[in-house]
């Protein structure tokens, strides 16, 4: 092999070892950033990185954030035969419409509390944060940019 072509040889195996480093560094990152997602602690922690909230704001937030999922799981949990019989009815080949408009009914009226809960919740969240917090936290939500600024 001439000595110009082991150079280059050498340039692109640098080059593309280069690559893998980087690729290799960014899923780490990235997969940090997902298994942080997972728990409540992690999910605070991660928009503190943006919000820059106090220990108190943080143990605050993760409490509210373990009420908001224990009752969204509450909520699936007692509804899960009404929910099914809704998606029994539908996938029939001769489906009752009555019987799914009455089951959507109900079940859209018991979101309509849950929403409200859950608003309740987010009024708790917001009610331990300062103004300027709430107005950036209330922003990232409307452009649901959180996982961006990640």
């Keep these: 092999m001439r000595p110009a072509s082991r150079?280059?040889?050498?340039?692109?195996?640098?080059?593309?070892?280069?690559?893998?480093l980087f690729f290799i560094a960014g899923y780490r990152r990235a997969?940090?950033?997902?298994?942080?997602?997972?728990?409540d602690r992690g999910y605070i922690q991660l928009l503190s990185r943006t919000l820059h909230f106090t220990p108190e704001q943080e143990e605050k937030l993760v409490e509210i954030r373990q009420r908001l999922?224990?009752?969204?799981?509450?909520?699936?949990?007692?509804?899960?035969?009404?929910?099914?019989?809704?998606?029994?009815?539908?996938?029939?080949?001769?489906?009752?419409?009555?019987?799914?408009?009455?089951?959507?009914?109900?079940?859209a009226e018991k979101r309509i509390e849950m929403r409200q809960r859950m608003v309740g919740l987010i009024q708790e969240a917001f009610g331990c944060l300062t103004p300027a917090q709430r107005r950036d936290f209330a922003q990232?939500?409307?452009?649901?940019s959180f996982l961006k600024q990640l």
């Design 69 to 107: 999922q224990e009752e969204t799981a509450e909520f699936n949990r007692s509804h899960s035969p009404e929910i099914d019989a809704f998606w029994d009815e539908v996938v029939k080949d001769n489906p009752d419409p009555d019987r799914i408009l009455e089951l959507e009914q109900s079940l």
């Design 7 to 20: 150079n280059l040889l050498c340039i692109l195996l640098l080059v593309s070892v280069g690559f893998n």
């Design 31 to 39: 997969r940090s950033t997902l298994d942080k997602l997972k728990s």
């Design 140 to 144: 990232m939500i409307k452009e649901r």
